[in-house]
């Protein structure tokens, strides 16, 4: 029994690595740092984070499942085509749920909880103010984490979950005005629920996940992303 239950942490342990890597080249991808065309070197990789080869291998395997990376017979893994369309598809449907937990956040909230999200919008604007790109992500993901929490919609939340691990988090600094689209935009939706105004609370969240979105399109662009592609 022992020896079955350290099994299935040494599993665990591994399948959470493996998550890790996947998240890591998804930003990889979606920031533009590679793209169709090059390929994706799994020693670098694990160069890179500090571990073996394995758990890179099984994490390009799991991404290449979700159509984000092709499998070339004898030479390797390498980006999936990424257009336009897709960025924007991904951000739009990033934007609905985002927007619903809002909404439905905004019947809900109580003073407490509004009290905590403004403390974590001043932790991340002063994070802005002080160039400290870090600080305003862990901010970010607190802010939002604390609005889905409030919605009280798991379902939903988990679905989200599932769009929005296409955003590059580990590239925010590279991305002209993504710090401050946070810093900003989180203003009209603390409005929105501190008014209790479900709608205003939808759009506003909305309007601020598609803002994101077109920020990444004109930073690939800026980028030459898609030309590169087209090589």
């Known amino acids: 029994m022992t020896v079955a239950l350290s099994g299935d942490r040494a599993l665990g342990r ?9 998240a890591y080249v998804r930003d990889l991808i979606m920031s533009g740092q590679v793209g169709h065309g090059e390929f994706l070197r799994l020693e ?5 984070l500090g571990i073996s080869v394995t758990p890179v291998r099984e994490a390009l395997l799991s ?8 499998l070339e017979p004898r030479r390797g893994f390498m980006p999936a085509p990424l257009t336009r369309q897709d960025v924007q598809d991904l951000f739009e449907a990033q934007a609905y749920f985002a927007g619903e ?14 009290a905590s999200l403004d403390r974590t919008q ?13 600080g305003v992500e862990r901010a970010n993901h607190q802010f939002h984490r604390l609005i889905n929490l409030c ?18 988090g580990r590239f925010y600094a590279g991305i002209e005005g993504w710090t401050r689209a946070s810093a900003d935009d989180h203003r009209l939706v603390l409005a929105a629920l ?4 479900a709608d205003a609370a939808r759009q506003a969240m909305r309007a601020h996940i ?22």
């Not at 809002?102 to 509004?114: D, F, M, N, S, V």
């Not at 009280?152 to 989200?160: E, F, H, Q, V, Y």
């Not at 501190?194 to 105004?197: F, M, V």
């Open 151 to 168: 919605a009280g919609s798991p379902k939903t939340a988990w679905l989200l979950q599932l769009v929005a691990r296409y955003a590059p």
């Open 14 to 22: 591994r399948r959470q690595l493996s998550d890790e890597v996947a």
């Open 101 to 114: 937990l809002a909404a439905r956040a905004a019947g809900k909230i109580t003073e407490t909880e509004l």
């Open 44 to 48: 670098r990789i694990a160069e890179d």
């Open 122 to 134: 001043a932790q991340l604007e002063r994070a802005f103010e002080a160039g400290d790109a870090g």
């Open 194 to 197: 501190r008014a209790g105004d």
């Open 210 to 231: 598609r803002h994101a979105g077109t920020l990444l399109v004109v930073h690939l662009e800026a980028q030459g992303f898609w030309d590169a592609q087209a090589e």
């Open 63 to 70: 991404l290449r499942g979700e159509g984000f990376v092709t």
